[in-house]
């Protein structure tokens, strides 16, 4: 794991520093810190003001932190800098490995077109099978692992076989754009967008292969200090789900100028994505446990784990 470790490095000095102020601003005052990135029902929360009313009846302030991805931001709730976020559905894998405190509490339902392998729109590539032996850029840790290994496993094409380039989405679609890789595993909003700028093709969404979940998590200690607050926030996050879905084209209005794309790109992408924030289930635990056994077996984790140690079920 020292890979992941070094990856988190700078984002523990920086959750930490963030603990630090927010405690010498709020001293005694209970806190609930969310940790967020820059798209996906967190930020629309944030944008409406309505949790820190909510919580402010239960004596709690709401602090957010932004993370550009999900690995640093379940690093931060291992060190203790935040209580609550969001990821997919492979960086909780990692970070329980690496002996994170994490909890399930909720899911967003699969969104497999919410992800996927691109190629240049004038490139031979037209099947994942093509890519045995060639060099494919990713975000090591994130959905899209998971995504890649599936899909070459479909294809008939080992992992071994190809060359991943592991790349965080700015500067994948730096060497997407100049031909450094042959193709990119990447996520909406980034997919929509690199679409719509460059034409790049989809050899195979996630469809037919990986479900692209997306988790809440709390802290053990928050959640075990704190069930109600946590369930606030899920019962906020459930009504803002209930708006995005019901309004995708103001949504995208007021995603787009934070995450700087155009309103047409983000509709594209909230279009493929999913809506209803449930519980967690036995069925979602089954399916999170195929992608650690995968991870495993795969040596991308140092051994195995159970998710069922760290899921919350529906009334607990």
Known sequence: ???FQRMM???ILSAVTVAATVGASYGQDKVVRIGFQKYGKLVLLKSKDTLEEKLKAEGYKVVWTEFPSGPPLLEALNVGAIDFGNTGEAPPIFAQAAGAPIQYVAYEPPAPKGEAILVPKNSKLNAVAD???KKVALNKGSNVHYLLVKALEKAGVKYSEIEPVFLAPADARAAFERGAVDAWVIWDPFQAAAEAATGARTLSDGTGIVSN???YF???KFLEGDPKIVDLVLAQLGEVDDWAKGDIHAVAEQL???IGLSVPVVEVALKRQSYGIKPITESVVADQQQVADTFFALGLIPKQI???DVARRSGS
């Open 1 to 3: 794991m020292r890979w």
């Open 9 to 11: 490095a700078a984002a």
């Open 131 to 133: 890519l045995k032996g």
């Open 213 to 215: 979940y997306q988790f």
């Open 218 to 220: 709390s802290s053990k």
């Open 256 to 258: 787009a100028p934070a």
């Open 306 to 308: 159970k998710i069922s």
